[in-house]
């Protein structure tokens, strides 16, 4: 019944900037910690940041920690994902998705379900 939808993406140039979305319908959304993952062509599917129920504790994989802060408004049912300095290597599809595990944190794609649709953010040179 977990319905999330990302928006945001698109074609920027390196260095620059882009704010993407995740909304969730159908439940209550603080129920929920949340993950963003993403998926380069011909590359498994990789973890990216993790947020808790309240927001109160986030983490980062290497690659992005210090650039991609995520954060969520849960009176808005909305997580976010502010991407700077962008880098081509981060050119991927983003998905984000509800944590479901028994142990948190989780930075496992395993451990995470009602997966959105995905956005394109594709980085140039």
């Known amino acids: 019944q977990v319905q999330l939808v990302e928006s945001g993406g698109g074609l920027v140039q390196a260095g620059g900037s882009l704010r993407l979305s995740c909304a969730l319908s159908?439940?209550?959304?603080?129920?929920?910690?949340m993950g963003w993952f993403r998926q380069a062509p011909g590359k498994e599917r990789e973890f990216v940041a993790a947020?808790?129920?309240?927001?109160?504790?986030?983490y980062y994989a290497d690659s992005v920690k210090g650039r991609f802060p995520v954060s969520r408004d849960n009176a808005k049912n909305t997580m976010y994902l502010q991407m700077n300095s962008l880098k081509p290597e981060d050119t991927a599809v983003y998905y984000c998705?509800?944590?479901?595990?028994?142990?948190?944190?989780?930075?496992?794609?395993?451990?995470?379900?009602?997966w959105g649709q995905g956005t394109q953010v594709t980085v140039s040179s």
């Open positions: 159908g439940r209550k959304f603080s129920d929920y910690a």
């Open positions: 947020i808790s129920w309240s927001g109160s504790a986030s």
């Open positions: 998705a509800a944590f479901y595990g028994r142990n948190w944190p989780s930075f496992r794609a395993y451990d995470y379900g009602s």
